[in-house]
């Protein structure tokens, strides 16, 4: 039996992030290409109320179905070298630009260097430092965030689609922090390292550190963003840093795509013009001025492994609201 259009398009999504193995990203894309295809040509505007609403019965895809089948067929081609067969469709659903080929068909892994910053050049607004955590450190993390059952996620109903809500929590800085034992270590440790220090002054003007993780399929990345107290609500505050720690069992190579830092504030005028990549590695930290637009490229389907990309997050604030909210977490 033929599948619908839109049943396709979920069996394309559901692939996509339950791959483990360059071999899906054939029947993705084939998924895909007969959902568009065999939909209706009218899909060319955005999503109608109708359509949002499920009110439409014909078996062709909803015009909010239609967009994203069209916009993860173009970050497939995108992703397999093939960004012009890209640039028609992305027009046609209305893009005007996207991130650059080098950031979407990112390096494999038997082609990275290893980081590789101007540490002197105080424009790039990243530091990556590896072998930052020890081993013991990162084991004992990784028996807290791992396993996707583990009581971090379930306890607040963390999903990838549809994301669950925005959860983090405040730790303050200075003495208070023995109470937090493992974490308050943790966060001494970032807040003392020297490279980061020299890189980032203003950290010691911190007052509190903000924590939150993600755990997700090699497939699924995270849009551009900036971080803001109350993710922007009443006007954007932004952290003096933010920083990414990669968990995973110790040297094991981490699915997903590499975390992206652009050159682009809230203030700018133009577009990010340069970006940084950094590449999911065990034991690894990066820290960013906590200003700049950021996000995660989706891992690439020819480099599908099994396995989730865990990561923990610190972002130092020198002011911030601490919000109560009905689940754990501020």
Known sequence: ????????????????LS???PESAVEI???????????????????TK??????????????????????RLALLLCQSGRCRKAKKGLSSLGFTCRLAEDVLDYQSSSERNGPELEEHDESVPCQIIDNFLPEPWLKRLGRALLNPTSNYWTCHNYSIEPPSPYFSYIIPLGDGMKSFGFLGKLI???????????????LRNATAAEMWAHNRPHGSGHQMHFDSDDEGRGGVRNPIISCILYVSEADSEIPGGPSLVTNQKLSSVRLAS??????????????????????????????????????????????IEVRSDEGPGS
Not at 55 to 64: F, G, H, K, M, V
């Open 1 to 16: 039996m033929t599948e619908t259009p839109s049943e396709a398009v979920g069996k394309a999504r559901n692939l996509w």
């Open 19 to 21: 791959a483990d193995g």
């Open 29 to 47: 894309e084939r998924l895909y290409r007969s959902a568009l295809t065999s939909s209706r040509q009218s899909h060319r505007q955005p999503p």
């Open 50 to 71: 109708k359509a949002k609403k499920g009110e439409d019965n014909d078996q062709s895809l909803t015009d909010e179905e239609y967009f994203q089948a069209g916009e």
């Open 188 to 202: 001494k440790r970032i807040q003392q390292c020297p490279l980061v220090l020299k890189k980032f002054p203003k």
């Open 274 to 319: 340069r970006g940084w990549l950094a590449h999911p590695k065990a034991r690894r930290l990066v820290a960013f001025d906590g200003r700049y637009l950021h996000g995660v490229v989706p891992g690439k389907l020819s480099e599908s492994r099994p396995g989730r990309r865990v990561t923990l997050m610190l972002a130092f604030w020198e002011k």
